[in-house]
């Protein structure tokens, strides 16, 4: 009997978190130091494209938005390119929302987003065998408090944590 979407999206949410040994800071390029950090999952395999910079493995977005902008797009294109030459890659495509509007509203807006990375690595020539979704919406920066807009900008998001099959 085949699992369902949200037992698979559990199980997969378990096994990020249990793989997330630390927290990695990320902000946009403009966006000024937050009083309060946003934890990210750390990439589950070492040795996996940008380890080390989770920078050129996220995508931010605006308030409610899932429009990718030439920023975002060249992330994508960065790392579609390194999902093409490894077909033993898989990314988890993570989505995120700020810490405003209902769970059920920041859960849609985090879908919304996953599909627009989704559909750009796609668009780049990515097989649909290394995608993986995630939508998180704002369960894990909740948790956090925010209250002035650049911290909310950097909770506004896309990850993209690798894994070998």
């Not at 979407?5 to 966006?31: E, G, K, V």
């Not at 093409?84 to 509203?105: C, E, I």
């Not at 989704?118 to 979704?133: A, M, Y």
């Not at 925010?146 to 070998?164: G, W």
Request: charged share 25%.
């Amino acid at each position: 009997m085949p699992l369902s979407l949200d037992f698979r999206r559990c199980l997969l949410a378990f096994a990020l978190l249990l793989s997330a040994c630390s927290t990695l800071d990320t902000q946009p390029p403009d966006a000024k130091p937050a009083a309060r950090e946003v934890a990210t999952p750390k990439p589950a395999v070492a040795n996996t494209p940008f380890a080390d910079d989770p920078g050129r493995r996220t995508v931010y977005f605006g308030f409610g938005e899932a429009t990718i902008n030439s920023a975002g797009a060249q992330v994508l294109r960065e790392n579609a390119q390194q999902l093409k030459n490894d077909p033993q890659l898989v990314v988890t495509v993570v989505g995120h929302t700020d810490n405003l509007g209902s769970a059920a509203y920041n859960l849609a807006v985090a879908d919304k987003r996953i599909d627009a990375a989704t559909e750009k690595l796609r668009s780049f020539g990515v097989p649909k065998n290394q995608l993986r979704r995630l939508p998180l919406g704002s369960e894990q920066s909740s948790k956090e408090t925010c209250d002035s807009e650049p911290c909310r900008q950097a909770m506004r998001k896309v990850e993209l944590v690798y894994e070998r099959r």
